[in-house]
């Protein structure tokens, strides 16, 4: 039971991150957010904030590229964050 609620816990962190990733979509199709920024530099300290948090480097990785604007960034992030969620829940 406790290894299964740790899977669960990691898989809504990654959830949650992927939810924060996506705030600037939810404010383009002008859908009420879960999470409200500020600004873009608000909302990227969020993502790296919570890769810490998850302790997940390579989570971090992409962050800082897609901080430096890097064009296909937020995709990598998406599919790392799916990746990881499906691997929790196995």
Do not use: Q
């Amino acid at each position: 039971k406790e290894g299964a609620e740790e899977k669960l816990a990691e898989a809504l962190a990654y959830a949650e991150y992927l939810d924060i990733l996506m705030y600037p979509l939810w404010k383009e199709a002008k859908l009420t957010p879960r999470f409200a920024f500020e600004d873009d530099l608000e909302w990227m300290t969020e993502l790296k904030s919570r890769a810490d948090d998850i302790g997940d480097v390579e989570l971090g990785n992409y962050a800082k590229e897609l901080e430096e604007r890097s064009e296909f960034a937020m995709e990598r992030l998406w599919y790392y964050c799916l990746d990881r969620i499906e691997n929790a829940l196995k």
